[in-house]
């Protein structure tokens, strides 16, 4: 099936530190991929839609200078948190659909990164 | 906002079936029903989806009602694996307009 890479899946660093959290599709190709956010026993909050060869659109309230998206393949998205700081600590999450699969084809997720800003 | 309306929480007995249901009186003619879940500290994994005629496969099956207004996800027999966090989600699909909105989903908890 389907399968969704995200890397690394775990960064601890310093504040003011900028992290980049890379979403692979293995045996797909996505022109839209998605970034989400999850804080403690909270559910997914879409954070922005990134897409292949342009620019990726921001949620309300998600700052696009703070979460800079890159889609720069069909199966490559990053996503770097800037000038991280504690507030920023958090779980990210990527998800991206097979473009020919069919409009109903499912979103595949990555295993996550768990982001924590000391 | 979350399309979707789904009970907080929910047991079951290991071995049994588990039905979760889903209210989304407000689904598009265009729109489907997909259910993820999630286990602790994992990303989602996708369980099912349809549009108006109930689905199998083998994880689980999904009952849609005739006015699509809900739904049920039924796991036919439970295990202690099948603990997690299940979101039911309403979305167009493709591109742009396909993104998932997460409610605050059911817990399952399966137990011996």
């Known amino acids: 099936g389907a399968v969704v890479s995200q890397h690394p899946s775990r960064v601890i660093c310093k504040s003011g530190t900028s992290v980049k959290i890379e979403c692979r599709s293995l045996d797909f190709q996505a022109t839209t991929m998605f970034w989400y956010r999850q804080f403690p026993k909270q559910s997914l909050m879409l954070m922005a839609t990134s897409n292949e060869g342009s620019k990726a659109t921001y949620e309300q309230g998600v700052e696009k200078d703070k979460f800079l998206i890159n889609h720069a393949s069909l199966t490559l998205s990053t996503l770097t948190v800037t000038s991280a700081h504690p507030e920023d600590s958090s779980f990210y999450i990527c998800?991206?659909?097979?473009?020919?699969?069919?409009?109903?084809?499912?979103?595949?997720f990555g295993d996550g990164t768990r982001l924590s800003i000391l | 906002d979350a399309k979707t309306t789904q009970p907080p929480s929910m047991d079951c007995a290991e071995g049994r079936a588990a039905n979760l249901p889903c209210n989304h009186s407000t689904i598009s003619g265009n729109e489907y029903v997909y259910w993820y879940r999630q286990i602790h500290s994992q990303g989602p994994q996708y369980i099912i989806h349809g549009l108006k005629n109930n689905e199998t496969n083998e994880m689980a099956s999904l009952i849609i009602t005739e006015d699509r207004k809900s739904s049920t996800l039924i796991l036919p027999h439970a295990t202690l694996r099948d603990t997690a966090v299940y979101y039911c989600i309403v979305s167009a699909g493709s591109g742009n307009t396909g993104k998932l909105i997460f409610g605050q989903g059911t817990t399952l908890q399966v137990k011996p």
């Open positions: 998800s991206a659909r097979d473009q020919g699969g069919g409009r109903s084809q499912p979103q595949h």
